[in-house]
């Protein structure tokens, strides 16, 4: 298996729509992201057609509960062969602790949501009483400290992310968009401008899976990233 630099994102609860996009997708090309509204639809087969596809699978279902909750979740995929999950930094140290130790018997590796892309600095101060970039520190210092694999940032920080936890560790960054949409994501930034400051992996959703086309949008980014 190759190790793309796009994740595609499947975000739909129909089952017909989700299979006519991966149909259009190439494993050389991408990983396949699934998150909760696709899982919570469809379950646990479907990670494993995605896998039989070929395609290397990040499920994005952002656990966060008590350390021992989260500890059992993730051994509940046992059966799955999964290639990265995220857990939210903000579960605290031994919530990370624990889910590290689950995702290592399942030989998957743990990915720390920071802070949603969705949010801005009014939103980071009513939920955290905490500026944006400061609270954006405070977790990346915990994902140093609990040795994570990676992190899910907006690719806004992704020089706080080097400076912090060093270019070794993934970065995951949504938010990509090479023109501007009117859509939910606040902090974003084009494909190749986000690789180009440091990011590990890009989460591509609706610019690829909306598209007429969806191999050439795929391909488009692949070709846009990796251009001199």
């Keep these: 298996m190759t190790d793309p630099r796009i994740i595609v994102a499947i975000d739909t609860f129909d089952l017909k729509k989700a299979n006519t996009i991966l149909d259009q997708l190439d494993p050389e090309l991408c990983k396949i992201k699934i998150g909760s509204v696709v899982f919570n639809s469809i379950g646990k087969s479907l990670l494993h057609e995605v896998f039989q596809r070929g395609f290397k ?3 994005d279902l952002k656990f966060h509960d008590i350390p021992n909750t989260v500890h059992e979740t993730i051994l509940g995929f046992h059966d799955c062969n999964i290639d990265m999950l995220t ?19 399942i030989k998957t ?21 905490n500026s944006l970039n400061d609270q954006i520190v405070n977790l990346f210092k915990l994902a140093k400290k609990t ?3 990676g992190i899910v940032c907006s690719p806004h920080e992704l020089e706080i992310a080097n400076t912090i936890l060093g270019t070794h560790s993934i970065k995951i960054t949504p938010g990509i968009r090479d023109i ?5 994501q606040e902090r974003t930034m084009s494909a190749k401008e986000a690789i180009e400051k440091g990011s590990t992996y890009l989460v591509i959703g609706r ?4 598209a007429d086309d969806i191999a050439n949008a795929l391909q488009y980014f692949n070709d846009t990233i990796h251009e001199k």
């Excluded at 610019?207 to 909306?210: D, F, G, K, N």
């Design 87 to 105: 857990v939210h930094l903000s579960g605290g140290e031994e919530m990370l602790k624990k889910a590290i130790l689950a995702a290592q018997i």
């Design 207 to 210: 610019p690829i899976t909306q």
């Design 57 to 59: 699978i990040f499920l």
């Design 109 to 129: 590796q743990v990915i720390g949501v920071s802070i949603l892309t969705s949010l801005d600095e009014s939103d980071s101060l009513t939920l955290f009483n």
């Design 147 to 149: 040795k994570i694999d």
């Design 180 to 184: 501007k949409v009117g859509d939910d």
